[in-house]
């Protein structure tokens, strides 16, 4: 639990109510860290209120069931889809909930998953298939973000992609653009993460701190540059490069943000009538994303770099501030 900025405790497991009608109570298995939860953890995070219990990437299994729900059964293991929304303003009618006007995401509005159990909307939860395991599963999630960003810009093997950023949100957008059949080309400054990216399958690999990224796109495309940039890093003057180095008709997919302000060209918008796509979380894609796991269309349990007990919490956490050369998904395991 974060009692306030700064200050991570770990607290003995509070009781929870029984579920409501259209609930269950899931014992949780895994769940993995991510850089908001280092974003609330520190007070960075515009969303949150605390104290919070943290965490949005989390599997186990359900131990009641609400007399209501249908479809699943008490002993199945299942992912929680974080997203909260209420199913009736103009985002949720239109098949938006992710932006939903009421919406709620375990871990930042409402207590989150790192805890022994919790009480969550049945229609939440998505099983996991038999040959997924818990914590392959527990990875949906985070693809279920870049599966989001690219279906916002869409996606086919037509399109050449420009990643800006290889931790853990550029990887997940890498294997899904792979797996839609596109050219992926990835930019960072840090040798380690490129190497990830080229082991999951980048067919291009920029070292930014020593080359010059619209340089190096500028062939690709046949000489148009990318026709699909997505940003993952979220650094502000990266949006104005983007804007410089997508091809004509380019689509560029925002995931980082910052409140600092950014200098756009809207004459170079206009010239080349590009589309900007904000993407934030997931509009009920983590089904796909299992699909995917299941078929092994998706295959990225090498994304998983260190795994923590539960009760060695503030090591994780420590791990991935301090050493982020060396971290890509930090999972904690409940089940000690």
Request: charged share 20%; proline share 6%; with cysteine.
């Given at each position: 639990?974060?009692?306030?900025?700064?200050?991570?405790?770990?607290?003995?497991?509070?009781?929870?109510?029984?579920?409501?009608?259209?609930?269950?109570?899931?014992?949780?298995?895994?769940?993995?860290?991510?850089?908001?939860?280092?974003?609330?953890?520190?007070?960075?995070?515009?969303?949150?209120?605390?104290?919070?219990?943290?965490?949005?990437?989390?599997?186990?299994?359900?131990?009641?069931?609400?007399?209501?729900?249908?479809?699943?059964?008490?002993?199945?293991?299942?992912?929680?889809?974080?997203?909260?929304?209420?199913?009736?303003?103009?985002?949720?009618?239109?098949?938006?909930?992710?932006?939903?006007?009421?919406?709620?995401?375990?871990?930042?509005?409402?207590?989150?998953?790192?805890?022994?159990?919790?009480?969550?909307?049945?229609?939440?939860?998505?099983?996991?298939?038999?040959?997924?395991?818990?914590?392959?599963?527990?990875?949906?999630?985070?693809?279920?973000?870049?599966?989001?960003?690219?279906?916002?810009?869409?996606?086919?093997?037509?399109?050449?992609?420009?990643?800006?950023?290889?931790?853990?949100?550029?990887?997940?957008?890498?294997?899904?653009?792979?797996?839609?059949?596109?050219?992926?080309?990835?930019?960072?400054?840090?040798?380690?993460?490129?190497?990830?990216?080229?082991?999951?399958?980048?067919?291009?690999?920029?070292?930014?701190?020593?080359?010059?990224?619209?340089?190096?796109?500028?062939?690709?495309?046949?000489?148009?540059?990318?026709?699909?940039?997505?940003?993952?890093?979220?650094?502000?003057?990266?949006?104005?490069?983007?804007?410089?180095?997508?091809?004509?008709?380019?689509?560029?997919?925002?995931?980082?943000?910052?409140?600092?302000?950014?200098?756009?060209?809207?004459?170079?918008?206009?010239?080349?009538?590009?589309?900007?796509?904000?993407?934030?979380?997931?509009?009920?894609?983590?089904?796909?994303?299992?699909?995917?796991?299941?078929?092994?269309?998706?295959?990225p349990a090498a994304m998983i770099t260190q795994t923590f007990a539960a009760r060695d919490a503030r090591d994780a956490f420590d791990?991935?501030?301090?050493?982020?050369?060396?971290?890509?998904?930090?999972?904690?395991?409940?089940?000690?």
């Amino acid at each position: 639990m974060v009692d306030e900025p700064n200050r991570l405790r770990i607290a003995a497991a509070a009781p929870i109510d029984g579920p409501c009608p259209d609930e269950v109570v899931v014992r949780v298995l895994r769940g993995g860290i991510c850089g908001s939860d280092i974003h609330i953890l520190h007070g960075s995070n515009p969303f949150a209120r605390y104290p919070r219990v943290i965490g949005h990437e989390f599997a186990g299994v359900i131990e009641a069931i609400g007399s209501g729900v249908h479809g699943l059964i008490k002993g199945q293991r299942v992912v929680v889809d974080p997203v909260v929304a209420c199913g009736h303003c103009y985002p949720c009618r239109i098949g938006r909930p992710n932006v939903c006007g009421h919406l709620e995401v375990f871990g930042v509005h409402r207590d989150g998953g790192f805890r022994t159990r919790l009480v969550v909307p049945a229609a939440n939860c998505i099983a996991i298939p038999d040959g997924v395991s818990t914590e392959v599963a527990t990875l949906a999630e985070p693809l279920s973000i870049a599966a989001n960003v690219l279906s916002r810009t869409g996606i086919d093997t037509a399109d050449t992609v420009l990643i800006y950023g290889a931790g853990t949100v550029g990887l997940t957008v890498l294997q899904v653009a792979k797996l839609h059949g596109a050219r992926c080309i990835v930019a960072d400054i840090d040798a380690a993460r490129l190497e990830r990216a080229r082991n999951f399958g980048a067919d291009v690999a920029i070292d930014s701190s020593r080359d010059d990224v619209p340089t190096r796109v500028a062939t690709e495309n046949d000489g148009l540059g990318p026709s699909v940039v997505i940003d993952g890093a979220g650094i502000p003057a990266l949006l104005a490069e983007a804007c410089r180095v997508a091809s004509p008709a380019g689509r560029i997919g925002i995931l980082g943000f910052s409140a600092a302000p950014c200098p756009v060209s809207q004459q170079e918008i206009v010239r080349k009538e590009l589309a900007l796509f904000g993407s934030r979380l997931n509009r009920k894609l983590l089904p796909q994303v299992m699909d995917w796991l299941a078929s092994g269309r998706l295959a990225p349990a090498a994304m998983i770099t260190q795994t923590f007990a539960a009760r060695d919490a503030r090591d994780a956490f420590d791990l991935v501030e301090r050493h982020p050369e060396r971290t890509v998904k930090v999972h904690l395991d409940f089940t000690g």
